[in-house]
């Protein structure tokens, strides 16, 4: 199950982890958010362990928001040691997030 990430507990989550971290900011309201959701569930499951999936949810967190210039959802970012290394704008297939997940992981 994807985690719930939240302006307080951020930085803990995600930045601090010696993971990488992919994270997927949606919105109840956003069509497209809940079409990705699903995917993202499924690849928490296949990654425990390996990586951190969470997703913010951007009416209820808008610190990491505008810290992250989030114009647009559904937006995944993917992380590693801190620092944002990828990001996927929209509604796109799982292989592909799973793709850029997995070059995170080498």
């Known amino acids: 199950m994807a985690l719930e990430i939240t302006d307080a507990n951020f930085e803990e989550v995600v930045l601090k982890s010696d993971k990488p971290v992919l994270v997927d900011f949606w919105a109840e309201w956003c069509g497209p958010c809940r079409m990705v959701g699903p995917v993202v569930e499924e690849i928490s499951k296949e990654y425990a362990g390996k990586a951190i999936v969470g997703k913010v949810n951007v009416d209820n967190?808008?610190?990491?928001s505008t810290q992250?210039?989030?114009?647009?959802?559904?937006a995944l970012?993917?992380?590693k040691d801190?620092?944002?290394v990828d990001k996927q704008i929209g509604a796109v297939p799982k292989s592909i997030l799973a793709d850029k997940l997995?070059?995170?992981l080498v």
């Open 61 to 64: 967190n808008p610190q990491i």
């Open 68 to 74: 992250f210039g989030i114009r647009n959802i559904p």
């Open 77 to 79: 970012l993917y992380f």
């Open 82 to 84: 801190g620092q944002v």
């Open 102 to 104: 997995n070059k995170q």
